[in-house]
Structures are given as C-alpha cells and as structure tokens.
C-alpha cells in the first residue's frame, strides 16, 4: 500500500506514495498503484516541495488525480 492514504470530506479517498527526490517506485509499488488506479482512486507520488503543492492544489481544490 501507499505510505499514506488521505480521508477528504465528502467521502473521498487519496493514496500517497512518499519518494526521496529523484527516487523511483520499486516494482511491487508500481503494480499496487496500477490496481488502484484500476479501482478509481488517485494515487500520488510526492517527492519535492513542488509536487506537495501540486498535491494540495489538485485534491483540495477539487481537481482530483
């Protein structure tokens, strides 16, 4: 699973897979995130300041993922 999985009112839920920058996701993560992308959930993978900000934007303002 995603290290974090982020409750948003109106019943809304959000994956978040935290990376060191320039890291990238071992193969078990990979497949999780296609299986649940598959079942319609967002999932992120954050890994500067400037993708925490794009993060928020998109989920708190209603843009999803």
């Known amino acids: 699973m995603p290290d974090r999985i982020v409750l948003i009112p109106g019943g809304r839920v959000v994956f978040v897979e935290l990376k060191a920058p320039a890291k990238s996701l071992k193969p078990f993560k990979k497949k999780r995130t296609v ?3 598959a079942l319609g959930f967002p999932v ?10 794009k993060f928020a934007a998109e989920v708190f303002n209603g843009e999803g993922g």
């Open 35 to 37: 299986q649940l992308q």
């Open 44 to 53: 992120y993978h954050v890994d500067s300041i400037a993708a925490v900000k």
